[in-house]
């Protein structure tokens, strides 16, 4: 059975970077795009701070092109999902729902994270018509207009200080009596003066006809339900990484995310290396993923010189 170079698992600005570096170094490869060809950008409308596009790109068509410029240079993008690994010394096994099974002398990890869900009914149809889950991303879609966090934690807490210089007003909906977030943001958090904080407060319902108009929550301390009218909504209960995959197969740490070596895109196991989402719980931008799936296609280069060429 042939080996193959280098597998990529996962198709976000991370692998398609990947793709596009290994496809002009020459070195054969192959890319999965799993569920969600494309990636997270996929599921959002405008991207404004991905450099190179000064009027703004729709998240599919960045995702498009990127894939287009992948194959211009020679990569393979396989359709597909890989259900099952197996890191062996020099040589890795992979498995698809295809029923394949590959040989290959390196991976890159590039799987993502994907955001954690409220789980409430209307959540999915709003996305991206009114409901986000990144503040830095489409922040800027609602400036001057009223909207709603919904979250208690350090992301939540960062992405209303952020929207509080870009929206007219705020308001932080937490579904306990406290922030669960560093000292420093809440300070940060009582001194706004357009952030109406609701502690107590769950989320039941989204509404709206296309584009979401208001919310309804329900108070926890005496069961009223109330409808707050917002243009835009933040769900920000955080991440997690989609890692599942590679659950005692690679080092991880405790929530999950891939750990890398300082400065690189290595793993803990040779030949394995992580780039983009899944191993960073800090940036998780477009452009940080496309510098850290570059950053691992010429760690492969360097790992095939010198294990096999
Ligand atoms: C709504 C929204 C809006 C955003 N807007 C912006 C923005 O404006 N600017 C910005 O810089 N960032 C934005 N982000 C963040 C950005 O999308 C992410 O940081 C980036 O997509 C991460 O890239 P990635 O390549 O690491 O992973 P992802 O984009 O998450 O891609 C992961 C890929 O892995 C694949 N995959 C998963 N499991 C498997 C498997 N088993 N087999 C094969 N493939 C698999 C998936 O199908 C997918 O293709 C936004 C995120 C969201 C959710």
Redesign the pocket.
């Known amino acids: 059975m042939k080996i193959i170079d280098c597998v990529i698992?996962?198709?976000?600005?991370?692998?398609?970077s990947a793709a596009i570096y290994l496809a002009r170094s020459n070195i054969k490869h192959l890319i999965?795009?799993?569920?969600?060809?494309?990636?997270?950008?996929i599921?959002?409308t405008?991207?404004?701070?991905?450099p190179g596009y000064s009027k703004g790109i729709l998240?599919i068509k960045l995702m498009n092109e990127m894939y287009k410029q992948a194959i211009k240079f020679g990569s393979i993008v396989k359709f597909?999902?890989?259900?099952k690994v197996s890191f062996k010394k020099k040589k890795n096994y992979l498995y698809t729902n295809n029923k394949e099974k590959i040989i290959t002398k390196s991976v890159i990890i590039?799987?993502?994270?994907?955001?954690k869900k409220l789980k409430i009914k209307s959540e999915k149809k709003y996305?991206?018509y009114g409901i986000?889950?990144?503040a830095?991303?489409?922040g800027m879609i609602f400036k001057n207009k009223i909207v709603a966090v919904i979250g208690g934690g350090n992301t939540a807490l960062e992405n209303t200080i952020l929207l509080s210089n870009i929206c007219k007003k705020i308001y932080l909906i937490v579904r306990n009596n406290k922030f669960k977030a560093s000292k420093i943001f809440i300070k940060k958090i009582y001194k706004k003066k357009n952030v109406k904080i609701l502690f107590n407060k769950i989320i039941i319902k989204f509404k709206g006809k296309k584009i979401l108009k208001s919310i309804n929550y329900k108070n926890k301390i005496n069961n009223k339900i109330n409808n707050l009218k917002v243009s835009g909504v933040f769900i920000s209960i955080g991440n997690y990484p989609?890692t599942l995959?590679f659950k005692k197969k690679i080092k991880m740490d405790n929530n999950g995310y891939i750990i890398t070596k300082s400065k690189s895109t290595k793993t803990n196991k040779k030949g394995i290396f992580a780039?983009?989402?899944?191993q960073?719980k800090i940036?998780?931008?477009?452009?940080?993923?496309?510098g850290?799936?570059c950053m691992a296609a010429l760690d492969v280069e360097k790992y095939l010189n010198y294990y096999y060429y």
């Open positions: 698992i996962g198709s976000g600005p991370a692998g398609y999965y795009t799993g569920d969600i060809p494309g990636g997270q950008l599921n959002t405008r991207i404004d701070n991905y998240g597909n999902k890989i259900l590039a799987t993502g994270s994907l955001p996305l991206g986000s889950y990144c830095t991303c489409d989609n995959l780039a983009g989402d899944v960073d940036y998780k931008q477009a452009i940080t993923s496309a850290s799936g």
